[in-house]
């Protein structure tokens, strides 16, 4: 194995035999070595792995990734990290499944970008991150991607250090100029006016059947690119709402570069001074994709229909 303490895995697995074997052996290893572990992998899947644990289950902890990481710039600072950071003095063991194939083409370009930045994340951290990959269910460029955001493979026999490593290449490839909307509402916003911004969105938001806390959700969020805009972007911005396959769209554009990859997936200590934008806008949203370059950056944040 890597000389490294982090160690970032995938399971090439076939079918729910191999999956639940190598999973619950990596929960038993851990478990049996006293060291805290969690699992966060799609409900059907959990329910696999929790019956197959048994009495053993209780003393793990299991989360619906479709829940926890449905937004899959969350996971790191939400999942993963919450999980970590809460002990600092154990290896810890954690199954995390962001990739199945449910998942549209819309979020898988976030989710490769994810498990490519977990290598940064962690590293020199005594946590290994165990992440399961279908290889009947997804397509072929998606394993092919996994080699590449892995230090090691897995299958059902063995293991071997992926000859494709090269994570850096999924965060920049899939960092892409975004799709263009057929309509849109579109409004220019600066110091003067930023309170717009939030009420914009929210009158779509309520148009669509947001309110309450959701409708909150909404307004804290674009609030958080806009103050952004001003501090980090030039001093300006442009925000585009519209709908989209039962989501509501809120796309905030300005004259910035983020040039930190993990930018808004570090947890904030809130005794720390600085900026949470970019996370809480993570924290908050179903989805968040992102495209930045020297001079502009576009965030563009979904939220599914309630």
Same mark, same amino acid.
């Given at each position: 194995?890597?000389?490294?303490?982090?160690?970032? @895995?995938?399971?090439?697995?076939?079918?729910?035999?191999?999956?639940?074997?190598?999973?619950?052996?990596?929960?038993?290893?851990?478990?049996?070595?006293?060291?805290?572990?969690?699992?966060?992998?799609?409900?059907?899947?959990?329910?696999?792995?929790?019956?197959?644990?048994?009495?053993?289950?209780?003393?793990?902890?299991?989360?619906?990734?479709?829940?926890?990481?449905?937004?899959? $710039?969350?996971?790191?600072?939400?999942?993963?990290?919450?999980?970590?950071?809460?002990?600092?003095?154990?290896?810890?063991?954690?199954? $995390?499944?962001?990739?199945? @194939?449910?998942?549209?083409?819309?979020?898988?370009?976030?989710?490769?970008?994810?498990?490519?930045?977990?290598?940064?994340?962690?590293?020199?951290?005594?946590?290994?991150?165990? =992440?399961?990959?279908?290889?009947?269910?997804?397509?072929?460029?998606?394993? *092919?991607?996994?080699?590449?955001?892995?230090?090691?493979?897995?299958?059902?026999?063995?293991?071997?250090?992926?000859?494709?490593?090269?994570?850096?290449?999924?965060?920049?490839?899939?960092?892409?100029?975004?799709?263009?909307?057929?309509?849109?509402? *579109?409004?220019?916003?600066?110091?003067?006016?930023?309170?717009?911004?939030?009420?914009?969105?929210?009158?779509?938001?309520?148009?669509?059947?947001?309110?309450?806390?959701?409708?909150?959700?909404?307004?804290?969020?674009?609030?958080?690119?806009?103050?952004? *805009?001003?501090?980090?972007?030039?001093?300006?911005?442009?925000?585009?709402?519209?709908?989209?396959?039962?989501?509501?769209? =809120?796309?905030? *554009?300005?004259?910035?570069?983020?040039?930190?990859?993990?930018? $808004?997936?570090?947890?904030?200590?809130?005794?720390?001074?600085?900026?949470?934008?970019?996370?809480?806008?993570?924290?908050?949203?179903?989805?968040?994709?992102?495209?930045?370059?020297?001079?502009?950056?576009?965030?563009?944040?979904?939220?599914?229909?309630?």
């Amino acid at each position: 194995m890597l000389a490294e303490p982090f160690l970032h @895995p995938a399971l090439l697995y076939s079918g729910d035999r191999e999956y639940v074997a190598a999973t619950t052996a990596f929960v038993r290893e851990g478990l049996a070595g006293g060291e805290p572990v969690a699992v966060a992998v799609p409900a059907a899947n959990l329910a696999l792995i929790e019956a197959a644990l048994g009495p053993a289950a209780a003393d793990v902890l299991l989360l619906d990734m479709q829940e926890a990481g449905r937004n899959p $710039g969350r996971i790191i600072p939400a999942v993963l990290r919450a999980f970590a950071d809460r002990h600092p003095d154990d290896h810890v063991r954690i199954i $995390g499944e962001p990739i199945w @194939p449910g998942r549209t083409a819309m979020e898988y370009p976030a989710c490769a970008q994810h498990e490519a930045l977990i290598n940064l994340s962690f590293t020199g951290r005594r946590v290994t991150i165990l =992440c399961p990959y279908d290889v009947v269910g997804l397509g072929a460029e998606v394993i *092919s991607e996994a080699a590449r955001t892995h230090p090691v493979l897995r299958d059902a026999s063995r293991e071997w250090f992926s000859a494709d490593y090269a994570p850096e290449l999924v965060v920049d490839g899939h960092n892409r100029p975004l799709d263009e909307p057929e309509t849109c509402l *579109s409004l220019f916003f600066d110091h003067t006016n930023l309170s717009a911004v939030r009420i914009l969105a929210a009158r779509e938001g309520e148009a669509m059947g947001f309110c309450g806390d959701r409708l909150d959700d909404i307004r804290l969020a674009v609030a958080e690119l806009g103050a952004n *805009s001003l501090d980090h972007g030039g001093g300006s911005g442009t925000l585009r709402v519209w709908a989209e396959g039962g989501r509501l769209v =809120c796309e905030v *554009s300005d004259a910035g570069h983020i040039t930190d990859p993990l930018v $808004g997936r570090r947890p904030v200590d809130p005794r720390e001074a600085g900026s949470r934008g970019l996370l809480i806008v993570n924290l908050l949203a179903d989805l968040v994709r992102v495209h930045t370059r020297a001079g502009a950056t576009t965030i563009r944040v979904y939220f599914d229909r309630p």
